[in-house]
């Protein structure tokens, strides 16, 4: 697969952690408008805090966008600002950009400065190695235990042209020891503003990459970044609702790199599509849904192939949405296990069949309101805990 | 041990799951004053609504608890609540008490409804067999797969003589399929009031059993009940001030019984004592001690021996509590990992050592305020999966 026009990459070795290609430089030609969505949790690796940075003084320029694996800088104080902004300032110079163009990201252990002088050292080879086909290496260089690259296309027309959109990931969460960093890049060859980037991507990334539970932790270092080159032409996108194939190409893209990782869970067998209908407000409706797709009993539930449906509702019970438990109904698949409360005549068998699926449909009816939420979580299996108890080193 | 003076029990098999004692019987002989804690889940079991309504409507005056395994009784709508009050009907007419006197509880699969006919069958039995060193057979026919009876006293003065607290348990979570009940009946011959018992049960269960976590999921019949039977005689006790000596031994009947449950959780190995210090606000301290215990990450690196103390900052980090990122600190037991925010030049070894503890103190420093918030919680390892991933059948 091709970066769409405007667009090149690379991934090289840089000998940050384990001997594998661990440095990907994205490079968009003629500059991109960008948007990003970073992680919520309170410490932001020191990328995170760079990068939010630079693009608030590009007012969402973005020239490139430098991703190392194997070393995640957070939780490094001044030390790793400052590494960070080596990085940016080293590729800024390497490409004749301004710093505040260069967009870093990092993945790996928490609480390791990182190597700044290895990167620097290998950009300039980054950047004489940068082609559209560069996706590949690009792709690669930042997994770390996943099981392979997380590539997705789409398309889209606008003003009569056919323009693309590519997207590539690296997975989150019941991954390896201290690599549980979600990082998504999307490209569009889109002429479409920051403002509209930021629209679209918002709401994109609210029905995929943050409606994904793998273990319910959340990085120091996600990070979800939208590039649009605009080099497919014509009249420019000001906001999201001029370009709505646009913003329907971004979604898919998004989402199914949301599925490749949740199905990519090391250690997962089979991801549960939890939706929930019914609730008094859309609030209660993800609480409700987080519940169930975090809960370690329904998880285990889930790998064993048990539609232990009990669990399923005690943790909707718990969950501090309101529910009637004299409506309340729940389904797996086709097949409806509760009714108005009550568990009903079903077939055990034809229940456990839905729960040997790759994908368990489960979906709960509060029975108080309309409002609805949707999740995919993986399951929790015994490779999971062996993979996160191992030492570190 | 034995029970209070004024306390009977016994334990018998009444054949509703597996071959095994099921059936436990306290008895109050002269009746008892009680208060009792339930659980918040929104699907209440049917014998927590019979249980609540009778203690409200006999004005806080128990004079019998039966309590099955085997059938939680829960989600079981309106033939579940007929069961429970039928039980709680036939042990009234054996006893000569008002139905209203007798408290019911039940753990055991979900969904299930209770055969009561083998529980009334099996009372004029489980009465026959009642007496003061009964406490044996009554704590065993309680327990689900619970590795061992889990029973503690202590004693305190009331007016210068010498008083009993006894208590007895069954684990919650990280338990059997469908077997996540918490159960624990304590028993004292104190002359409280209901008023004086409510407020010194509430504060004992804020420090015990409401800051424990196994897996985070609460159940449908969490039941912590306390009864005082006066036997001890002396002035009456009409408010939990007036009585500190008797509210200390019930906390640590509590604490212990407490400690018991999450030490016994099955597959866990260690236990990790999370202290919250320097929040905002108590409540922001129980997010982040919440956020610290139910990771999956944070405890399968507890499971590993693993100080990856990244994990605990990264769960801190999402709790929803305000933490200065640059005033942050963090211990395991005495070694400083984490100091103003950035790591320590600690040594690994000593920090491995406290995490092959049996139980690791982790305090973590959010250096916002000064409230504070502390939770027992059991590590997770591939036992607690396969026992949970298991079949119900």
Same mark, same amino acid.
């Given at each position: 697969?091709?970066?769409?026009?405007?667009?090149?990459?690379?991934?090289?070795?840089?000998?940050?952690?384990?001997?594998?290609?661990?440095? *990907?430089?994205?490079?968009? /030609?003629?500059?991109?408008?960008?948007?990003?969505?970073?992680?919520?949790?309170?410490?932001?690796?020191?990328?995170?805090?760079?990068?939010?940075?630079?693009?608030?003084?590009?007012?969402?320029?973005?020239? *490139?966008?430098?991703?190392?694996?194997?070393?995640?800088?957070?939780?490094?104080? *001044?030390?790793?600002?400052? =590494?960070?902004? @080596?990085?940016?300032?080293?590729?800024?110079?390497?490409?004749?950009?301004?710093?505040?163009?260069?967009?870093?990201?990092?993945?790996?252990?928490?609480?390791?400065?990182?190597?700044?002088?290895?990167?620097?050292?290998?950009?300039?080879?980054?950047?004489?190695?940068?082609?559209?086909?560069?996706?590949?290496?690009?792709?690669?260089?930042?997994?770390?235990?996943?099981?392979?690259? +997380?590539?997705?296309?789409? =398309?889209?027309?606008?003003?009569?042209?056919?323009?693309?959109?590519?997207?590539?990931? +690296?997975? =989150?969460?019941?991954?390896?020891? %201290?690599?549980?960093? #979600?990082?998504?890049?999307?490209?569009?060859?889109?002429?479409?503003?920051?403002?509209?980037?930021?629209?679209?991507?918002?709401?994109?990334?609210?029905?995929?990459?943050? *409606?994904?539970?793998?273990?319910?932790?959340?990085?120091?270092?996600?990070?979800?970044?939208?590039?649009?080159?605009?080099?497919?032409?014509?009249?420019?996108?000001?906001?999201?609702? /001029?370009?709505?194939?646009?913003? $329907?190409?971004? =979604? /898919?893209?998004? $989402?199914?790199?949301?599925? #490749?990782?949740?199905? %990519?869970? /090391?250690?997962?067998?089979?991801?549960?599509?939890?939706e929930i209908t019914g609730a008094a407000s859309e609030r209660e409706a993800?609480?409700a @849904?987080?519940?169930?797709?975090?809960?370690?009993?329904?998880?285990?539930?889930?790998?064993?192939?048990?539609?232990?449906?009990?669990?399923?509702? &005690?943790?909707?019970?718990?969950?501090?949405a309101r529910v009637s438990?004299?409506r309340?109904?729940? +389904?797996?698949?086709?097949?409806?296990?509760?009714?108005?409360?009550?568990?009903?005549? !079903?077939?055990?068998?034809? @229940?456990?069949?839905?729960?040997? $699926?790759?994908?368990?449909?489960?979906?709960a009816d509060l029975g108080v309101g309309s409002a609805r939420a949707?999740?995919?979580? &993986?399951?929790?299996?015994?490779? !999971?805990?062996?993979?996160?108890?191992?030492?570190?080193?």
């Amino acid at each position: 697969m091709k970066l769409p026009k405007g667009f090149l990459a690379s991934g090289v070795e840089a000998g940050i952690g384990k001997k594998r290609p661990d440095l *990907a430089l994205l490079v968009a /030609e003629g500059g991109a408008n960008a948007a990003a969505v970073f992680t919520r949790n309170r410490f932001l690796a020191a990328p995170v805090v760079v990068s939010k940075a630079a693009l608030r003084r590009s007012g969402g320029r973005v020239r *490139a966008v430098v991703v190392n694996s194997g070393c995640a800088n957070a939780v490094t104080g *001044a030390a790793g600002l400052a =590494a960070a902004r @080596a990085v940016q300032r080293r590729a800024a110079g390497l490409l004749g950009c301004p710093a505040r163009e260069v967009f870093v990201a990092s993945t790996g252990v928490i609480g390791v400065l990182l190597p700044d002088e290895k990167i620097r050292a290998r950009l300039p080879d980054a950047v004489a190695r940068l082609s559209a086909g560069g996706l590949a290496a690009a792709s690669r260089a930042i997994l770390t235990t996943d099981a392979g690259p +997380k590539v997705a296309q789409a =398309a889209y027309s606008w003003n009569g042209r056919r323009g693309r959109v590519v997207g590539f990931a +690296k997975g =989150a969460g019941m991954i390896h020891p %201290d690599m549980a960093t #979600m990082l998504a890049f999307v490209t569009t060859d889109a002429p479409a503003a920051p403002a509209a980037l930021r629209s679209i991507l918002r709401s994109a990334v609210g029905e995929s990459f943050n *409606a994904i539970s793998v273990d319910g932790d959340t990085s120091t270092n996600d990070t979800v970044l939208l590039l649009a080159s605009g080099t497919l032409g014509g009249p420019g996108i000001a906001a999201a609702e /001029e370009a709505p194939e646009l913003a $329907r190409a971004v =979604a /898919e893209v998004c $989402r199914r790199l949301a599925w #490749m990782i949740v199905r %990519d869970g /090391e250690g997962a067998t089979r991801v549960m599509d939890v939706e929930i209908t019914g609730a008094a407000s859309e609030r209660e409706a993800r609480l409700a @849904a987080h519940a169930v797709a975090t809960s370690p009993l329904v998880k285990t539930a889930l790998h064993g192939g048990d539609p232990n449906w009990g669990r399923i509702l &005690a943790a909707i019970g718990r969950s501090g949405a309101r529910v009637s438990t004299r409506r309340v109904s729940l +389904k797996a698949g086709p097949v409806v296990l509760v009714e108005s409360g009550a568990p009903t005549a !079903y077939r055990e068998a034809a @229940a456990a069949k839905v729960f040997a $699926r790759e994908r368990v449909p489960i979906t709960a009816d509060l029975g108080v309101g309309s409002a609805r939420a949707r999740l995919l979580a &993986a399951d929790l299996g015994p490779a !999971y805990v062996s993979l996160n108890a191992d030492y570190r080193s």
